[in-house]
């Protein structure tokens, strides 16, 4: 595998060790830029919970006041984001965590309605590029600058924008399931424009709606986007060496 254009990989807020991620050393070898952004709603919801403030969702995005709002910027860019850094580190990856604030990276205007959440207009990559020129891989958390100061960011919109504002090759959203599945086996390819109708004819439920929706956001961008199964090695290795692996979202694609 040679060097190419960067990859971005949107992860959970959970262990890293045993599973995709393993492959990162072997990509970075090759001088393929990487970055990370990582959600962490479980553990948010664990600590607004033990802070007796209310969880609340609105079409599937958390509504964020300012009470949740400083919780987050702690868990998500403070305990979620230096614990991933250290696993990464574990693994031989030199990563360095940052939110997107910081820069800033991420720009983004207020989505109405759920207080302090924001929508990604404008991706700075100045940061994130500076990184890279160090050699490090940069582990982003899902927060942005708007007018107001810090607002929450959804780690898959935040995966896409990212992907598109730094001219990624890949996005790789990583998941406990091979793929988009239909009859038990991972759809292999769709364009964008089909991602809504497996939406609408309910095979994508749950958190793979939100999934389909950000990797067809990407490919509108220009960036090939591929949900597959962050649990198994060899899985970003494979996709980038051209197999089949997961559902890739590209223009063009034929299922």
Known sequence: MSAGKPIVVKVG???????ALEDLPEVLD????VALVHGGGQQLTRMLDSLGIPTRFHEGLRVTDEA???????????????ALVRE?????????GISGTDGPTLLVDPVPGLGRVGEVREVEPRLVEALWTGGFVPVIAPLGLGPEGAYNVNADAAAAALAAGLGAGHLFLLTDVDGLLKDGAPVPALAPDECEGYVAGGLAVGGMVP??????????????????????????LGSLAGEQVGTLISEGAVA
């Open 211 to 236: 999934k389909l929706r950000t990797a067809a956001e990407a490919a509108r961008g220009g960036v090939a986007a591929r949900i597959v199964n962050g649990n198994k090695k060899g899985t970003l």
């Open 68 to 82: 949740a709002l400083e919780v987050a910027e702690m868990v998500y860019a403070g305990g979620v984001n230096k």
């Open 13 to 19: 807020g959970g262990a890293l060790a045993g599973g």
């Open 88 to 96: 990464l580190q574990a693994l031989g990856v030199p990563a360095a």
């Open 30 to 33: 090759s001088g393929t830029p």
